[in-house]
């Protein structure tokens, strides 16, 4: 299995990214698809998350700013990020879940400037 994210980059506060994901290697598509993010010096943590059947789940922090969508058809899931902010600076790393294997991506980097 194959997870490989696009389209990091450097970006004012206030302004917009999107980011994808794409996956593959596997015949039996992926159950849950969603991205996390990690700044330096932190954990690791959730961003966004999506189910095969479309139920989507949002860190408090992001709500109302992200948007996170998913084409099954083509096993890629997307994220927009609107308002950004300098706190948003992080590495996102996409995650896809096949049965019960967990794959990562090898992140992509964000960086908000204020």
């Known amino acids: 299995v194959q997870v490989v994210e696009s389209g990091g980059g450097l970006v004012q506060a206030g302004g917009s990214l999107s980011l994808s994901c794409a996956a593959s290697?596997?015949?039996?598509?992926?159950?849950?698809m969603g991205w996390y993010r990690q700044a330096p010096g932190k954990q690791r943590e959730l961003v966004a998350t999506?189910?095969?059947?479309?139920?989507?789940t949002y860190a408090n922090s992001v709500k109302g700013r992200f948007t996170i969508s998913r084409d099954n058809a083509k096993n890629t899931a997307y994220l927009q990020m609107n308002n950004l902010k300098p706190e948003d600076t992080a590495v996102y790393y996409c995650n896809a879940i096949v049965v019960t294997a967990s794959f990562w991506g090898q992140g992509t980097q964000v960086t908000v400037s204020s």
């Open positions: 999506m189910t095969r059947g479309g139920t989507s």
């Open positions: 290697g596997t015949a039996w598509g992926f159950n849950t």
